[in-house]
């Protein structure tokens, strides 16, 4: 099936923090067999301009991901001497060179993320892994969507009304009343101002802002009464 983005994904995000995998991961995405050959993944990864599919065996089970980079070393040693020992050195991408189904191609097992996981264990697990989508499993391995660095950006968007209301509701509130704080949001900025009673508490308030999904940097103007 096609991998579809929904223009309106962040109008439907909800109003709280943190959000998870689920809330932005694409639902419907397109995905191979291990016998699909070597032109018809290109093609694909062409046709509907995704950087990688997940390998499905049975009911949907994922069990290896092939990638852009899998695909490369097919044209990376075209014309390259097999014997020179820095190919030598770099069996794993010679054997994909000739590859020419998924299951020979993709890698295994596939790195994989579940949909209640934070939008921030999920960029952890890309920037490690140094992929740039993952497939969303369920408990039992089988496939739920996908995440791409693309999607975890989207809290980016949010509007700047809706992340100075949830600061106000989750950061503010519980300050005593005689503190006086304001927030104000720019472009995604927060500034915290106005009166602190107790400015030991400062770190914790940024700390907590910068925690908003959405949250670009924290600004700090505050002053004790």
């Known amino acids: 099936m096609p991998d579809t983005t929904d223009p309106t994904a962040t109008e439907q995000l909800p109003a709280r923090s943190p959000y998870t ?45 092939v990638s852009e980079a899998d695909l490369l070393p097919k044209e990376e040693f075209r014309d390259v001497d097999p014997t020179r020992y820095d190919v030598l050195r770099r069996l794993s991408d010679m054997s994909k060179a000739g590859a020419v189904t ?6 295994s097992p596939a790195v994989t993320v579940h949909a209640d996981a934070t939008l921030a264990e999920a960029a952890r697990v890309m920037a490690h ?36 209301t949830e600061v106000r509701a989750n950061v503010l509130r519980p300050l005593s009343a005689a503190s006086h704080v304001e927030v104000h949001v720019c472009h995604g900025v927060v500034t915290l101002g106005g009166v602190l009673r107790d400015t030991a508490l400062v770190p914790v308030l940024a700390r907590a802002a910068r925690a908003v999904e959405g949250v670009v940097d924290v600004r700090v103007d505050l002053t004790r009464p």
């Open 129 to 164: 892994r140094r992929v740039k989508r993952l497939p969303v499993v369920d408990a039992s391995g089988l496939l739920q969507g996908m995440v791409s660095r693309s999607d975890l950006l989207k809290v980016f968007l949010r509007d700047d009304d809706a992340i100075a």
């Open 21 to 65: 995998v689920s809330d932005v991961m694409t639902h419907t995405t397109v995905a191979i067999g291990r016998d699909a050959p070597f032109k018809e993944i290109v093609e694909l990864i062409e046709q509907w301009r995704v950087s990688a599919l997940p390998v499905l065996e049975g009911e949907g089970r994922v069990v290896g991901v």
């Open 102 to 107: 998924a299951g020979e191609l993709m890698s």
